[in-house]
Each structure stands twice: as structure tokens, then as C-alpha cells.
């Protein structure tokens, strides 16, 4: 089984990485992520380098860049070369340790300009887009890629060896190709094919929904680490879990019902602190219903999650309707975590705020 992998010099901490998922993984949720340990690489919020050197309002996605502690990534995208290394620069300028360049994401937005999983086409682009960007800063570059653009056009071998070649210290693959986009399996086989096209560290990302899966995908062969998004949404202790079995401890026991209750009360007055009220009701409508996803009585806090406008009617909603909040109110014990499907969390896991794998 894999060690912690190195990223052009920076040891990680443990093998597993966090996605970095637009519109979840804001500086409240890695702070959720690191309270509970396990997490190898944290990832910021995914940039637009066009908007960051173009001078849009880009302060949100960077929420926590310079006192965060560190490693943690933070990836950009773009379809010109000369964004890239510009907004690259001015990231790591800022303190990011580590810079990822998304090629993956097959949102259809995206797509349109040219640019995330539309560039698996071209292997000699991403190339030269991963040069220019190695060119332009002294932190190490990686890279996230699908296994191509269809199933007739699996490109990820040699968008890797062109990768490498550019100077990349690192590439993550999500097992799909992008006209998959989520429906069907991960293919790790595939990841395992694309790890031995290269020599740098290669992360698999796709379908990790439990601790043991994640065990299970790291003894991919020529795997260095694993990529989790969509379960650690609901699942933000699955980091602390996997790590356990991997070093074979006991497996933690998930948080019952109140500590949960009190995690997203806590993530939602970060929100208001940084985004007021109506921005913070905005976001925590999305995320308190992905974190809930799943458990008993979901549909029925959904209902009252979306219906809030306020922030104290969300914080009611949360602290009444809560899945498990009548038990909480009846003294549930502490040791009984909350029962959840994570077969059925559909959070994101990378690139767009309903459903990305980027």
C-alpha cells in the first residue's frame, strides 16, 4: 500500500487528498477537514485565472490563501497559457505552496471555452500550458485529467507523459472520460494504466465513498494517493478513517447526531462572518443539504434548509430539524453516530457547484 506521496519536495501527511470542489470547499470546510485529521492535501475552491488577472472579484475562492496552514493547493484554469501563468504567479505570491491545473472538468460551460476536459484533445497543449505555468512560479505544478474525452479517445497516458515532460511534479486522474461525466463506474484501471505512462506521483480520484474504499483504491498499482470529493461532503471525518485503517488503527466511529449538528452551526457563522447573512444562507442551503444526504429525515431538513432566508431561520432549521435532532433533544447517546446512505450523497467533487469530479 502506498506511503504519503512527495509533491516536488513537499512530503505529505498522509495519502489522501481532498477535491477541490467549487462551491464546497471554502475555507469553513477545510477547517471541518483538518479539525478531524487525515487529510494529506486540502484544496482550495477552483480558480478562473481569467477572472483573477482580468481583475473580476476573485477574494471569495481565496478565502484564507495567506494564514492557512499549510500544504494545501489551490487549482486554476484557463484555456490561454499566458493567464495561466500569470494568475499562477500571483497565487503563489500569496502563499500557495502547491498550484493544480484543472484539465478535467467536463462541465459543459467549461467545455464551451475551449478549456478543462475540451484540452484532453490536445496532449502537446496541456503541455505547453503546464510549462508556462512551471515557468512561472518556484512551487510545485500538478495537474487533474480525466481518462479522455470519450471512450474512442482515451488520451490520459499521453496527456501524462506530456504533463511530466512540461514539468509537473504531480498529475490526479478521475477515472471517467469527460462525456461520462458522473454517470457509470470510475475506471481504475485505467488510472493504474495512465500511473505507469509516468514516473511522477499519480493520484487516482472517482467514486471513493467509504474509508474502506478508499484502503481499497490505494493498492491500485502505481497509485501514490487518492483523491476524495463527494463523500467528504457529508463524510468530512472520511480523511480521519481512512488513515486509521491505512496505519491499522480501529476504525473512528463517525460523530453521532449532535456533534454533527453542532459542526454545520459552526461552519454556517464562518459563512455569515465572511459573507454576510444572504451570501451565507445561499451557500449553507446547498451544503447543509449534501452533509445531511443520505441520513433519516433528510427530506424533511432539506425542506426546511431551503425554505430559510434568513440567518435565523437557517440556524433554527439546523438546530430543530437537524436529521437526529429529536433524538439530541431526548438525550441520544453520544457513542451513536448517526446512520447515513452514502451511496446516496450526489455532492460535488471538483469543478461546478451541483456536480463536478473535475
Known amino acids: 500500500m502506498a506511503n504519503a506521496p512527495v509533491i516536488g519536495g513537499i512530503r505529505l501527511p498522509t495519502p489522501f487528498l481532498q477535491a477541490p470542489m467549487a462551491g464546497f470547499a471554502n475555507r469553513a470546510f477545510r477547517d471541518i477537514v483538518r479539525e478531524f485529521g487525515g487529510c494529506g492535501l486540502p484544496a482550495f475552491e477552483m480558480v478562473s485565472a481569467a477572472a483573477l488577472v482580468l481583475g473580476r472579484e476573485m477574494s471569495d475562492r481565496l478565502w484564507g490563501i495567506e494564514d492557512e496552514p499549510r ?13 495561466l501563468a500569470e494568475c499562477a504567479r500571483r ?17 459543459g460551460k467549461i467545455l464551451k471555452q475551449r478549456s478543462g476536459a475540451w484540452l484532453l484533445g490536445d496532449p502537446a497543449e496541456v503541455g505547453r500550458m503546464v510549462a508556462s505555468v512551471v515557468r512561472a512560479v518556484k512551487v510545485p505544478v500538478t ?10 479517445s482515451i488520451t490520459a497516458p499521453e496527456v501524462a ?5 512540461a514539468g509537473a511534479a504531480a498529475l490526479t486522474v478521475h477515472g471517467r472520460t469527460a462525456d461520462q461525466g458522473f454517470s457509470g463506474a470510475a475506471d481504475w484501471g485505467r488510472i493504474a494504466e495512465t500511473a505507469a505512462a509516468v514516473s511522477i506521483p499519480v493520484i487516482g480520484n472517482g467514486d471513493i465513498d467509504s474509508p474502506s474504499r478508499a484502503i481499497d483504491r490505494l493498492r491500485t498499482p502505481g497509485i501514490a494517493g487518492v483523491m476524495i470529493g463527494r463523500a467528504a461532503i457529508s463524510q468530512p ?4 478513517q481512512a488513515e486509521a485503517l491505512r496505519l491499522g488503527l480501529p476504525l473512528p466511529a463517525s460523530p453521532p447526531p449532535a456533534v454533527q449538528r453542532d459542526i454545520l ?15 451565507a444562507a445561499v451557500i449553507m442551503r446547498r451544503f447543509a443539504c ?23 431561520e437557517m440556524s433554527a432549521a439546523i438546530e430543530r430539524k437537524f436529521p437526529g435532532a429529536e433524538a439530541i433533544a431526548c438525550g441520544w447517546a453520544e457513542d451513536d453516530a448517526l446512520p447515513k446512505n452514502q451511496d446516496r450523497c450526489l455532492a460535488s467533487d471538483g469543478c461546478q457547484e451541483a456536480d463536478a469530479d473535475g
Open 161 to 165: 507523459r506530456c504533463a511530466e515532460d
Open 71 to 83: 500544504p494545501f493547493a489551490v487549482q486554476i484554469w484557463d484555456r490561454d497559457g499566458y493567464r
Open 91 to 107: 497565487v503563489a505570491d500569496l502563499g500557495a505552496p502547491i498550484i493544480d491545473i484543472n484539465f478535467g472538468c467536463p462541465a
Open 143 to 152: 495537474a487533474k485529467i480525466r481518462l479522455g474525452l470519450s471512450k474512442d
Open 237 to 240: 471525518w472520511i480523511f480521519a
Open 265 to 279: 452551526l459552526g461552519h454556517f457563522a464562518k459563512l455569515v462572518d465572511k459573507f454576510g447573512e444572504d451570501g
Open 290 to 312: 449534501k452533509f445531511a444526504a443520505g441520513a433519516p429525515g433528510a427530506r424533511a431538513f432539506r425542506k426546511a434548509v431551503n425554505e430559510s432566508r434568513t440567518a435565523a
